[in-house]
């Protein structure tokens, strides 16, 4: 792609990130573990080897913290026909297994949070009395250990690429809580009772709803109406058909609306200080997604609050264990 003037060596940078630098570490396991190897092919003890090699896989931090604005810009430039056929003949090709190329750019991440997994099989199949067994399991915690610190880190690292790109109309929609939220809860597409698309972000401290747009050739979203902060936040789950929402093709045609599923509406605590959102989810399991998250997110500001403390780092995490990502998967809906 630099080749061919498709990409440019920064755009491909951010994309590939620091990809090539990964591929020694493994070349060094590698060496180890030929090392440790006897003659007849096979490998008494492989705890010691592992529990030296494994902290150099917190070299993944930079590379899975740099997968969301990496995703972004790549969605982005496919828009580009030159890229879009570019990578469409490369996907048809034999070499690349009918991936696409994003399906080789997330695989280290998606290795990395299976060598828990790879551990704990070993150390299953290793005896008890093993003389490997007490080194696979300080192997077993180093890997754990390194695998939720990553998590962290790119869990602030979305968030961070995400605060950083919402655009504001007027200082009216500042919000301070959101320059202090370093975990993005769950975000995604919804519809508002128009049929409008709007992109909605839950942080751990604010609620922002927005409409995607471009800046300077860098998709961005412009925040619509007023941000609401977490602890102002009310939210009521509607059953499906108490509410008509309009926008469809039918109704083009005739004076006629449609019963709406799936939706849930956040409003302000205090009514003054904003208008009332009805959002719809494409699906009853998506809303039920959204609905725990914001509930959660609720709970846990109202015990920080409460405390007077600030954020706790189990508060946090008991909110990223409930991150989701709702892109591709739910549609918003936005009312007055």
């Not at 690429?161 to 959101?178: A, G, H, M, V």
């Not at 979203?221 to 007023?226: D, H, I, L, P, S």
């Not at 609050?305 to 954020?311: A, E, F, K, T, Y």
Request: aromatic share 8%; with cysteine; hydrophobic share 35%.
């Amino acid at each position: 792609m630099l080749k061919l003037c498709i990409m440019s060596e920064e755009e491909l940078s951010q994309i590939f990130g620091s990809l090539y630098s990964l591929i020694p570490l493994h070349e060094d396991l590698l060496s180890r573990l030929q090392q440790v190897r006897r003659q007849d092919g096979t490998v008494f003890e492989v705890g010691r080897t592992l529990a030296d090699w494994l902290p150099s896989l917190s070299a993944y931090e930079t590379y899975c913290c740099n997968q969301v604005a990496a995703k972004a810009l790549l969605d982005y430039k496919k828009q580009q026909r030159p890229v879009d056929e570019f990578l469409r003949l490369c996907q048809e090709s034999a070499f690349s297994r009918k991936l696409d190329l994003w399906s080789f750019l997330d695989l280290p991440r998606s290795r990395l949070v299976k060598y828990p997994l790879l551990l704990k099989e070993i150390v299953r199949h290793t005896p008890t009395e093993h003389p490997d067994q007490q080194e696979l399991r300080r192997a077993m915690e180093l890997i754990q250990g390194i695998v939720a610190q990553v998590n962290v880190r790119t869990g602030e690292a979305e968030c961070r690429y995400y605060r950083q790109r919402l655009c504001y109309l007027d200082d009216s929609q500042l919000e301070p809580l959101i320059e202090h939220s370093s975990v993005l809860c769950c975000h995604g597409e919804l519809k508002n009772n128009k049929g409008a698309k709007l992109r909605v972000f839950l942080f751990e401290r604010a609620l922002v709803i927005s409409r995607p747009v471009s800046r300077n050739q860098r998709p961005c979203f412009q925040v619509y109406r007023t941000p609401i902060p977490v602890h102002q936040l009310v939210l009521e789950d509607l059953p499906d058909g108490e509410t008509r929402v309009s926008g469809s093709l039918r109704g083009a045609f005739s004076n006629s609306t449609e019963r709406a599923k799936n939706i849930f509406r956040v409003s302000f605590r205090d009514r003054s200080r904003g208008q009332s959102h009805t959002l719809q989810a494409n699906d009853s399991f998506n809303k039920q997604q959204w609905v725990s998250c914001i509930r959660q997110a609720v709970i846990n500001s109202r015990d920080i609050m409460h405390s007077q403390l600030p954020v706790s780092e189990s508060s946090l995490e008991q909110i990223a264990s409930l991150s989701i990502d709702c892109d591709d998967e739910m549609h918003e809906t936005d009312t007055d």
